[in-house]
């Protein structure tokens, strides 16, 4: 049985990922010239912001300027005001699913909410919005997953999480929740649903309207003792 839905926010409530993805990729572009990092924009999905670039530093042997995750920040911020998409089908999906929702998100707290009212989505999610900043640590983690449920006043096994990333599932598998992996949004990759399962995960959802006959189906106990 499950008593409370919770969902990301980039990747599956606003298609952001991609927004942000070129963001990153231009700034730093523009701050370190002649340096190529289209390959390893990749590694970005499901990542803060902050440890990806720790780990742009480790791999090029660069310093960000002090004050570059700011400005990458506002950077993303400039173009979600004007480019920002719910993704498609969201915004009824949710209104048909019967538990009570909530967002768990690496984003910092100031852009979850932003992102949540440019979707439309404020009514369905109150004041149920979460952030890793509230946590000493990030996904993959599932210290913010498990802070959600305490302020829910939910038992995290009784959770079901839809998530984009693997970091993102991970992190909601190790507080005990269970997961649908969702690959709809724009910036999922070839192959992704594969290769998820290929990892054991068999909840996978394409499409927005696969969500409330989803939650139905935990509801009534018929995902058993399987998390994914």
């Known amino acids: 049985m499950l008593d409370h839905l919770i969902c990301d926010c ?6 952001s990922e ?24 990749q590694t970005a999905f499901g990542q803060q912001t902050s440890r990806f670039l720790e780990g742009i530093e480790a791999s090029f042997g660069i310093t960000m300027p002090n004050d570059f995750l700011e400005t990458i920040d506002h950077n993303v911020e400039l173009a979600l005001s004007s480019k920002l998409t719910a993704v498609g089908g969201v915004r009824d999906a949710l209104q048909r699913v019967t538990l ?12 979850v909410q932003a992102s949540v009212k440019r979707a439309g989505l404020q009514q369905v999610f109150g004041e149920r919005v979460f952030s890793a900043e509230q946590v000493a640590r990030p996904k993959p983690y599932p210290d913010v997953y498990l802070f959600a449920a305490q302020q829910l006043g939910v038992d995290p096994g009784r959770c079901l999480v839809v ?30 649903a594969d290769a998820l399962r290929k990892m054991g995960i068999t909840r996978i959802m394409e499409h ?8 139905e189906a935990g509801v009534r106990g018929e995902f058993g003792d399987v998390q994914s």
């Not at 980039?10 to 298609?15: A, I, Y």
């Not at 929702?101 to 852009?111: D, I, L, P, T």
């Not at 998530?163 to 192959?191: Q, W, Y």
Request: glycine residues 8%; without cysteine; negative net charge.
């Open 208 to 215: 927005m309207d696969e969500l409330p006959a989803l939650v």
């Open 18 to 41: 991609v927004i942000a993805d070129h963001v990153i990729l231009e700034t730093l572009s523009a701050t370190f010239p002649g340096l190529d990092f289209a390959s390893v924009m």
């Open 100 to 111: 009570p929702a909530a967002v768990v998100s690496n984003s910092r707290m100031k852009r």
């Open 10 to 15: 980039d990747g599956v409530l606003v298609d």
């Open 163 to 192: 998530e984009d990333s693997v970091a993102g599932l991970n992190a909601a598998r190790a507080a005990g929740m269970k997961t649908i992996a969702f690959v709809g949004a724009s910036h999922i990759p070839d192959g992704y």
